[in-house]
């Protein structure tokens, strides 16, 4: 048996990457393609799902290709050990979305918990443009295509993987086995599955402008956090403060490691300690900020190294780009050429039943002829 998996995963082209991304999977890509056990490992920049809710604006996604792609290989992403290639420049996915949409209700589309929040954020309510209803079926069609074992996504991307499971069934059932179901993978981190905006709002997002991003600059992280959300409640540094639905703590969860302790704030051993302490009361938010800021510009500073690097030589990455999505279209061109059989749209390589046809028609020939001179000897 094979064990050996495949993974895929994707962001939308629309800006650059943030620390939400990091935490929530970029970190984790770059631990997951040193693993013994990866076949193939594919990395989409999801500009066709980009366009559903900014197709008024396509060279800001233009744009934002090169931005994503230099933020995936700035963390760590190797060119060897995985495929970083663009969704439109893989034809079958087109395809496959169109099949795929005839076994989806508009209604299950219309309780998609993920596409219900983000038509809400978009006031979509009044006219929701049809392709942004059915991002989430040309979502499974980028999971199916390449027999993706494991995507690794932030929480946001249950409701997706879900729904890909679920199309996963209704084909199979109706048609024969073709699709895996497919599991996702969450980071091993609570606080890293859905980071908050510096604002204390629900989710980090380039929409409500509330981002860390992954190229800032040292300057700008400082400025960033400096101004973070806190608790509302610790008014004085002797007050006991709240740590739960408190960023600088959520952030520090996420990224903290013990040896930033001892570097940067060795008043304390641990995350642990810390969290305790400002629990009781006693530690002051201008403090505990200007060590977060420490920690993200530790954790930033080989990453903007290495993308300077990679940004000195722009056309060599669209290069990179360009094959990849050549052999995504190869990989998905073997799962289409099933998925054709299927539903009986492989007219020209189905050898058989051609023939069969042509026998068919020589009977209906023959019979005619026979019946001609029946009815010739009778008169
Ligand atoms: N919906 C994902 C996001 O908003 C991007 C995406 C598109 C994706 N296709 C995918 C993620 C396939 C994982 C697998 O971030």
């Given at each position: 048996m094979d064990d050996k998996k495949i993974l895929l995963t994707g962001d939308r082209p629309t800006g650059r990457l943030h620390?939400?991304?990091?935490?929530?999977?970029l970190r984790n890509r770059v631990e997951l393609q040193?693993?013994?056990d990866i076949d193939k490992f594919f990395i989409m920049i999801a500009d066709t799902q980009a366009l559903t809710d900014n197709y008024g604006n396509p060279a800001k996604v233009k744009d934002n290709i090169i931005q994503v792609a230099l933020d995936d290989l700035a963390c760590g992403i190797s060119k060897d050990k995985a495929c970083i290639f663009i969704q439109s420049q893989v034809p079958e996915l087109f395809e496959l979305t169109c099949y795929f949409l005839d076994l989806v209700t508009v209604s299950r589309l219309e309780r998609n918990p993920t596409v219900k929040n983000e038509i809400q954020q978009k006031g979509f309510e009044e006219s929701i443009p049809a392709g942004f209803l059915t991002y989430p079926v040309s979502q499974a069609s980028d999971i199916l295509a390449f027999d993706t074992d494991i995507v690794p996504v932030g929480e946001?991307?249950?409701?997706?993987?879900?729904?890909?499971?679920?199309?996963?069934?209704?084909?199979?059932?109706?048609?024969?086995?073709?699709?895996?179901e497919v599991k996702m993978l969450l980071p091993e981190n609570r606080s890293a599955c859905r980071l908050p905006g510096t604002d204390g709002k629900s989710k980090m997002s380039k929409s409500l402008n509330n981002c860390i991003y992954i190229s800032d600059d040292e300057n700008t992280v400082n400025q960033k956090v400096k101004t973070m959300f806190t608790d509302p409640l610790h008014l004085r540094v002797e007050d006991p403060g709240h740590t739960d639905n408190n960023p600088v703590f959520i952030y520090l969860d996420a990224l903290v490691k013990d040896e930033d302790f001892k570097m940067y704030y060795s008043k304390f051993a641990n995350f642990n300690q810390l969290k305790e302490a400002y629990e009781k009361g006693g530690v002051g938010d201008v403090e505990i900020k200007q060590f977060l800021a420490k920690v993200i510009n530790n954790t930033l500073?080989?990453?903007?190294?290495?993308?300077?690097?990679?940004?000195?030589?722009?056309?060599?990455?669209?290069?990179?780009?360009e094959e990849n999505s050549k052999r995504a279209s190869f990989e998905a061109s073997k799962k289409v050429k099933q998925v054709r059989r299927h539903l009986s749209v492989d007219y020209f390589t189905d050898y058989k039943f051609i023939e069969k046809q042509q026998k068919a028609f020589n009977?209906?020939?023959?019979?005619?002829?026979n019946l001609k001179a029946y009815l010739a000897k009778k008169k």
């Open positions: 620390l939400g991304h990091y935490v929530g999977s040193k693993r013994e946001d991307q249950a409701p997706m993987i879900e729904q890909t499971n679920e199309i996963a069934r209704r084909f199979n059932y109706l048609y024969g086995d073709t699709f895996k500073s080989p990453i903007r190294e290495r993308r300077k690097e990679f940004e000195k030589d722009i056309s060599s990455i669209y290069r990179m780009l009977k209906e020939h023959r019979d005619e002829e």
